[in-house]
């Protein structure tokens, strides 16, 4: 579908009808959340950049733009989406990395995506076409709704149109190797995370600590100095490498989970593969371990564990939420879209 109208009517129609609807975009992180049983709601054509403002750090797009077209468009001028979206395959579009909320290795250091959401329209579970926020950052004010639907894999509402804030691109990046333990590195990054360093990304696994730090080639030399290690060549292929999940530490048969806990926590004791990223705050695990007992650890280290791949097709992908906060989303599912009907089940069963 390219057009607002046949959208809206169609999600009108199935609301009225209490149908199902599948939101497919791209089709790049179909992998990501739970199985949706609707009928498909191809969204892919409404597509293309609506407005650039380079000297304004803005650009607007519609939900169906291809992420690297997007990209592609902003480096020509000098410029990025600095929360690193990960692309997951060619075809992922802007919608998708909007409502996947998902961030690459800069996040810690300039952002999340939801930082960088400055507006959106959508159509809501009635058919309805709201707006939120707006194309510059003084319009946003108050409880901002385009940051809720930021990483709510499509179960509020459809992504029409995307306004985001951009940065500049680093002159250089260096990237600086250090062997060393889990816990060394997690003592180091927090270290660092408190002093006036460049810092860009700082990622742990195979005894090996790599930190990349990012700006002026004048600027990044005293940093170089002051943290030391062998520079690694041709850096950004290890970063996007890392990003995409095309590290040999991903080519795993094994449950993939995605733990978040505050970045100084201490190596968990789980067995298995690790992987640690954002400078202690993101780790991967690759372990067969229980669902149960994945989670009990990471609870109580004060963090959550999402089932990424892998393991049983149960409904425990993401940390099971308290009463209390749940009560909240269901609150929000039935604002936006109370017949149920936008990816139902695709966060949780209720949802």
Same mark, same amino acid.
């Given at each position: 579908?390219?057009?607002?109208?046949?959208? &809206?009517?169609?999600? #009108?129609?199935?609301?009225? #009808?209490?149908?199902?609807?599948?939101? &497919?975009?791209?089709?790049?992180?179909?992998?990501?959340?739970?199985?949706?049983? !609707? %009928?498909?709601?191809?969204?892919?054509? +409404?597509?293309?950049?609506?407005? +650039?403002?380079? $000297?304004?750090?803005?650009?607007?797009?519609?939900?169906?733009?291809?992420?690297?077209?997007?990209?592609?468009?902003?480096? %020509?001028? !000098? &410029?990025?989406?600095?929360?690193?979206?990960?692309?997951?395959?060619?075809?992922?579009?802007?919608?998708?990395? /909007?409502?996947?909320?998902? $961030?690459?290795?800069?996040?810690?250091?300039? !952002?999340?995506?939801?930082?960088?959401?400055?507006? /959106?329209?959508?159509?809501?579970?009635?058919?309805?076409?709201?707006?939120?926020?707006?194309?510059?950052?003084?319009?946003?004010?108050? +409880?901002?709704?385009?940051?809720?639907?930021?990483?709510?894999?499509?179960?509020?509402?459809?992504?029409?149109?995307?306004?985001?804030?951009?940065?500049? %691109?680093?002159? @250089?990046?260096?990237?600086?190797? @250090?062997?060393?333990?889990?816990?060394?590195?997690?003592?180091?990054?927090?270290?660092?995370?408190?002093?006036?360093?460049?810092? #860009?990304?700082?990622?742990?696994?195979?005894?090996?600590?790599?930190?990349?730090? $990012?700006?002026?080639?004048?600027?990044?030399?005293?940093?170089?100095?002051?943290? !030391?290690?062998?520079?690694?060549?041709? #850096?950004?292929?290890?970063?996007?490498?890392?990003?995409? &999940?095309?590290?040999?530490?991903?080519?795993?048969?094994?449950?993939?989970?995605?733990?978040?806990?505050?970045?100084?926590?201490?190596?968990?004791?789980?067995?298995?593969?690790?992987?640690?990223?954002?400078?202690?705050?993101?780790?991967?695990?690759?372990?067969?371990?229980?669902?149960? @007992?994945?989670?009990?650890?990471? %609870?109580?280290?004060?963090?959550?564990?999402?089932?990424?791949?892998?393991?049983? *097709?149960?409904?425990?992908?993401? @940390?099971?939420?308290?009463?209390?906060?749940?009560?909240?989303?269901?609150?929000?599912?039935?604002?936006?879209?109370?017949?149920?009907?936008?990816?139902?089940?695709?966060? +949780? *069963?209720?949802?």
């Amino acid at each position: 579908m390219s057009d607002l109208q046949t959208i &809206q009517d169609r999600i #009108s129609d199935a609301a009225t #009808s209490h149908t199902a609807l599948e939101i &497919q975009g791209g089709g790049s992180k179909l992998f990501y959340g739970r199985a949706v049983a !609707g %009928q498909p709601l191809a969204v892919g054509g +409404y597509r293309g950049i609506i407005d +650039y403002t380079p $000297s304004e750090l803005v650009i607007s797009a519609r939900a169906g733009t291809p992420l690297s077209e997007l990209e592609a468009t902003l480096a %020509q001028n !000098g &410029q990025m989406l600095a929360f690193e979206p990960p692309h997951f395959g060619a075809t992922a579009t802007l919608g998708g990395t /909007v409502a996947c909320g998902l $961030s690459g290795p800069r996040r810690p250091w300039t !952002g999340a995506a939801r930082d960088f959401v400055l507006g /959106v329209n959508c159509v809501n579970g009635k058919g309805e076409y709201l707006r939120f926020g707006g194309q510059v950052m003084k319009n946003v004010a108050g +409880y901002d709704l385009s940051r809720t639907l930021t990483g709510s894999l499509g179960t509020l509402a459809v992504l029409l149109d995307v306004h985001l804030k951009v940065l500049p %691109q680093p002159e @250089q990046d260096i990237t600086l190797l @250090q062997p060393c333990t889990a816990a060394e590195a997690i003592e180091r990054c927090n270290r660092w995370a408190a002093q006036p360093l460049p810092l #860009s990304g700082a990622c742990h696994f195979d005894h090996q600590l790599l930190i990349r730090l $990012s700006g002026s080639a004048r600027g990044l030399a005293p940093a170089v100095r002051r943290l !030391g290690g062998e520079q690694l060549d041709d #850096s950004s292929r290890f970063w996007e490498h890392l990003r995409e &999940q095309q590290l040999p530490f991903f080519d795993t048969t094994l449950p993939l989970w995605r733990v978040s806990v505050a970045p100084a926590t201490a190596p968990l004791a789980l067995g298995g593969e690790w992987l640690m990223d954002w400078g202690g705050a993101q780790r991967w695990l690759a372990t067969d371990l229980p669902a149960d @007992q994945v989670r009990a650890a990471v %609870q109580a280290a004060s963090g959550h564990a999402t089932l990424w791949r892998g393991g049983a *097709t149960d409904d425990a992908i993401f @940390q099971p939420l308290p009463p209390m906060l749940l009560a909240l989303h269901r609150r929000l599912k039935q604002t936006f879209d109370p017949a149920g009907i936008l990816n139902p089940g695709r966060l +949780y *069963t209720t949802l």
